[in-house]
């Protein structure tokens, strides 16, 4: 009696001692869980930061060249006016310091304009794709692009980070069962150009649809696509790997840069 007696309290030791070490795996892996959440939030916020902040120079960047060109442009009517009244070499040599001036002041903007985009390189924005958000962001693009975009050979393993940036504006007359959901900027970096390049091939399968995938241009790349959208001699305009091109009626292909002029482009047209 006393032996069944003692291998009983083994046996519901040994049960406890198992029970106590599930438990043990269970909070570890539980905590280790939060620990990869908490790392891959650190990591997505490093990423947004420094992306900001690099879009911030470029801001103030703009904003001096836009200072400079206005001053520039005060001046040149100052020196034409006073060519006006008194055409000397003094004047003529004024003006030439000042184009000169303005051409370094450009020069610079679209080095660094041209060093921000190779830091895009890899990276796509998708519009307009709905996440709830309770939603693996990881998984929502990782299965958007190997089922809508119908390519199934780019996984997560291929994607080196994806952070979303909601829309300013406020959808709130919309409805969902019970949970939450809103349409959104998101931003994602391939660890390969090859694998961006097969989903930006593939965007055309969205067309008519409310997502799109566009490339992650710099601000200043931004503006001169819409400039050259905007001018009826260009007959088309579009981005590939960060760099702008314009197509004229010609049908002649040219690569533009940030601050060529949209109007000299059309007079190649029709030569």
Do not use: C
């Not at 490093?46 to 900001?52: F, L, N, Q």
């Not at 904003?63 to 520039?72: H, R």
């Not at 660094?112 to 709905?130: H, P």
């Amino acid at each position: 009696m006393a032996d069944k007696l003692r291998k009983a309290a083994k046996r519901d030791e040994l049960e406890t001692n198992i029970d106590i070490e599930q438990l043990i795996e269970k909070i570890i892996r539980k905590e280790l869980e939060r620990f990869k959440k908490e790392i891959k939030i650190m990591i997505d916020e490093e990423i947004v930061k420094k992306i900001d902040s690099i879009s911030k120079k470029m801001v103030e960047l703009e904003k001096e060249v836009n200072t400079i060109n206005t001053k520039w442009f005060a001046l040149e009517e100052d020196v034409e006016t006073m060519k006006m009244r008194n055409p000397s070499t003094e004047i003529h040599e004024i003006r030439l310091e000042l184009e000169k001036a303005m051409k370094i002041s450009r020069d610079s903007m679209v080095t660094a304009n041209d060093m921000d985009q190779a830091l895009r390189i890899n990276n796509v924005r998708i519009l307009g794709l709905e996440v709830r958000e309770d939603d693996n962001l990881m998984e929502v693009v990782s299965t958007f692009i190997r089922d809508k975009l119908k390519v199934p050979d780019v996984t997560n393993n291929d994607i080196k980070s994806v952070y979303q940036i909601p829309f300013r504006r406020n959808d709130e007359n919309r409805q969902d069962s019970g949970m939450s959901s809103r349409r959104s900027v998101i931003m994602v970096q391939f660890k390969e150009l090859q694998d961006r390049n097969k989903v930006i091939r593939s965007r055309k399968i969205l067309k008519s649809s409310q997502v799109s995938i566009a490339e992650d241009l710099t601000s200043l790349n931004v503006q001169l696509l819409q400039r050259l959208h905007k001018n009826e001699t260009i007959k088309d305009s579009w981005s590939w790997n960060g760099k702008i091109y314009a197509k004229l009626e010609g049908g002649r292909k040219l690569l533009v840069k940030p601050y060529q002029a949209v109007e000299e482009l059309g007079k190649l047209s029709k030569d």
